[in-house]
């Protein structure tokens, strides 16, 4: 009986204890599945002072009617986990968090009013419902990454230098070793990987009449 009056509580937006007022709803353990390109924001987690997915998500959640004032920026007591971060400049094509959320109406109701408060950059897609033991992290199966670097990466350092990029490269950045720079951009490739491009024999490309490497 005593939980029963609570949810009715929680449900009418009556205000607390401290007189702060309550967001109406009814709170349910979700799992919210969404996308979003990177290129503008510091990383997905959440850290201070730093433009990223995670508080962009948040803040429209809020502004949305799906958090609490008294939960907002408490991901804690709100649950809140995540199936994996991303960088700073990286995006995904899916990705999932779970929480407790105050659901508005319903789960479609949620997302559209989630969307009209975010960045154009992100998306969420669909909340669905989960147990009250759900975990992003812990539940998730595979995590599926995909690497997009230029064809030059894949070259020998010999055949490197010999390409019409690297020579337009040099003109503008004298000091710069192009090589070595294309290197620094694929070191967190996973170990067999980056043997393979170190390893690898590839004849330099033609060069175009547009003067455009081909990208892969």
Excluded at 48 to 59: D, L, N, R, S, Y
Aim: proline fraction near 5%; charged fraction near 30%; charge should be positive.
């Amino acid at each position: 009986e005593w939980q029963e009056n609570k949810r009715k509580w929680e449900e009418s937006g009556r205000p607390n204890e401290e007189g702060v007022q309550r967001q109406p709803g009814k709170k349910k353990f979700v799992a919210v599945l969404f996308g979003y390109h990177g290129g503008q924001y510091q990383g997905l987690q959440i850290n201070p002072g730093a433009k990223t997915i995670e508080a962009a998500v948040e803040e429209a959640m809020f502004q949305g009617g799906g958090i609490d004032k008294l939960n907002r920026r408490n991901l804690k007591k709100i649950r809140w986990t995540r199936t994996a971060r991303t960088d700073k400049g990286v995006s995904a094509s899916c990705q999932v968090i779970s929480l407790k959320l105050l659901i508005v109406g319903n789960e479609e109701a949620m997302v559209e009013a989630i969307n009209r408060n975010i960045d154009p950059d992100i998306k969420i897609f669909k909340i669905l419902p989960v147990t009250k033991s759900f975990h992003a992290k812990n539940q998730c199966t595979s995590r599926t990454y995909d690497y997009i670097l230029p064809s030059y990466a894949l070259q020998r350092k010999s055949d490197w230098h010999a390409t019409k990029l690297a020579k337009e490269a040099a003109a503008v950045f004298p000091k710069l070793d192009m090589y070595r720079y294309a290197m620094k951009q694929v070191k967190r490739l996973p170990r067999h990987l980056m043997k393979l491009l170190l390893d690898r024999t590839a004849t330099p490309p033609a060069d175009d009449d547009d003067g455009e490497d081909e990208m892969r």
